[in-house]
């Protein structure tokens, strides 16, 4: 099972019912918005050629480690040696606008070793482990799991007294160090690499260049952070891909003026060499599902699926949040 990696939106409790709903005359699958890799790393389980994809280099990596890397694993020794390991002043350099910003200035001396251990001293799939289980201890650290809260509000909530008294949790893992986060995932991150079936391809592509490179395979799978929805990454993330200068150009989604025509480009690219589009909707997005669903029809067989998400609240009680949608676009 894929690790929990902390991906905002990610599919990891709807994957089996999505993959169940592929045609069976697929084989390779393009899954476009990769993020946190759950529909990817389940494709690639179930027998899938998966090509991973996403414009944030924190997914590159995740992706790298579980869905392309077949075998390798890393080492406790690799976190020995890394704890306390002297950074170069370029990588310290580097790192110090998160001083006060995400972090206090001595985590972000802790966190410059960690940086500067995986650049002089791991290579290939063990430095895409290492750097998924930093990514991850860094957003353990911080309060609603992403790096877009401001740092009043980062020492307020990491306050143990305070957040006890105001929400009854201490909180107390924002305020244990990078490496011990490090330690506390490590055997569920190697348990979590496994030989697929089929070769799966990794790639850091905004989608436009993406579908470029694969102009044809069986299904694209989609699942783009629509507007209207908690879908701003490059904030939620970007800092990880700062701090290794990573940044891929891509367009923005985000804004639903331009949403549907880049979508409609989309299924214009891609409606004559792919058999599929799966697509992923919500019942909140912008522009309206009846709308989406009317531009997508314009390209071949509709069908849509649903599944309700029941979310326990308190005891017996629960709540219905969300209902998954998904379109399945058979092309003529
Ligand atoms: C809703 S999330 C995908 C979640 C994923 N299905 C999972 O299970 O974790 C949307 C993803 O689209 C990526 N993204 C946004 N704009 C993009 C673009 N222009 N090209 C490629 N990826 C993009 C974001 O970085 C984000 O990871």
Redesign the pocket.
Known sequence: MLPNVN?I????KIVDWLIQLIPSDVISVVD????????SYSLKSAGYRVIA????YS?FELNKAFVENNEVILSYEHLENANHYNASENVKKRLSSLSQKLYFPDEVEELAGLVGYAEDCLQGYQYSIYLSLLRRAMIRKLPYSRMNINWDNITKLRDEEYSYEKYGRRRAYHNQSFIEHMYSAIDEYNMSVFKGKRAATVEQL??FDLIEKYPSADLLYM???YPGTMNN?DAFYGPFDDMFTKHVK??D?TSSENFMQYMEDIFNLVSKKYKYVMISLNNSIKPSFSEFVKMISEYGNVEIFEKKHNYQVSGSKTKEKNMELVALVTFN
Do not use: A, E, T
């Open positions: 991906y939106g990610n599919k990891k476009g918005f990769s993020g946190g890799g759950s529909v994809n996403d414009m944030l997914s905004d989608i699942d783009p952070p990454y891509h367009i989604l």
